[in-house]
Structures are given as structure tokens and as C-alpha cells.
Nanobody, 115 residues
Framework: QVQLVESGGGLVQPGGSLTLSCAASGSIFKRNAMGWFRQVPGKQRELVAS???????DYVDSVKGRFTISRDNAKNMVFLQMNGLKPEDTAVYYCNARDVVVDNWGQGTQVTVSS
């Protein structure tokens, strides 16, 4: 089963930047689009960015122009560069397959945007 490990979160001021990293089992990268999801208490996880195996990206409107998703298939990693962070970006961020998620979610990484 694919293992997912997120890292890179932290506490930043509004307008700051963070880069999140996701390490995953290699086989998923051969055929699956990957996504970054975020979740706040009491709400479902929200897909905020995705990237196909061929490198095509998509973003939820609220993060367009601020977040950039990328992947390195040789390293079996997915990244999320987050710029211009806003308090409403505060959430636990997770990576997973975009279309059919792997059951065993990682622990996620906490992003807190506050002054």
C-alpha cells in the first residue's frame, strides 16, 4: 500500500511562503495524478492543487496565482510552493492520489498563517 509522508508546514505570517513536500511510494507516480488537499476542523478535505503524471496542473480558485504544485517522479515526491499565504490557508495539508485516494492518508502537515 502506498505510504504518504507530508512535511514542510509551520507557522508563518500573512504574506509569507512555505514549501510543502510529500514523499510517496513510487508506483503511484506512474499512472496517477497527485493532489494536495487541506482540511480544517469540521469540514471535509478540499482539493486545492493537482498535477497529472504528465505535469498538467490545476488549482482551486482561491489559491490560483499563489500556489504552485510540482512533482519529481524520479524522487517519488510532490511539492506545493505556497506564496502570499493568507489566514484562510490555515489547515492541515495532505497529499494523495487526486482521483481515487489511497485509504491510508498520511499525518498531514500543519500550516498556520497568523501574525
Amino acid at each position: 500500500q502506498v505510504q504518504l509522508v507530508e512535511s514542510g508546514g509551520g507557522l508563518v505570517q500573512p504574506g509569507g511562503s512555505l514549501t510543502l513536500s510529500c514523499a510517496a511510494s513510487g508506483s503511484i507516480f506512474k499512472r496517477n495524478a497527485m493532489g494536495w488537499f487541506r482540511q480544517v476542523p469540521g469540514k471535509q478535505r478540499e482539493l486545492v492543487a493537482s498535477i497529472t503524471s504528465g505535469g498538467r496542473t490545476d488549482y482551486v480558485d482561491s489559491v490560483k496565482g499563489r500556489f504552485t504544485i510540482s512533482r519529481d517522479n524520479a524522487k517519488n515526491m510532490v511539492f506545493l510552493q505556497m506564496n502570499g499565504l493568507k489566514p484562510e490557508d490555515t489547515a492541515v495539508y495532505y497529499c494523495n492520489a487526486r482521483d481515487v485516494v489511497v485509504d491510508n492518508w498520511g499525518q498531514g502537515t500543519q500550516v498556520t498563517v497568523s501574525s
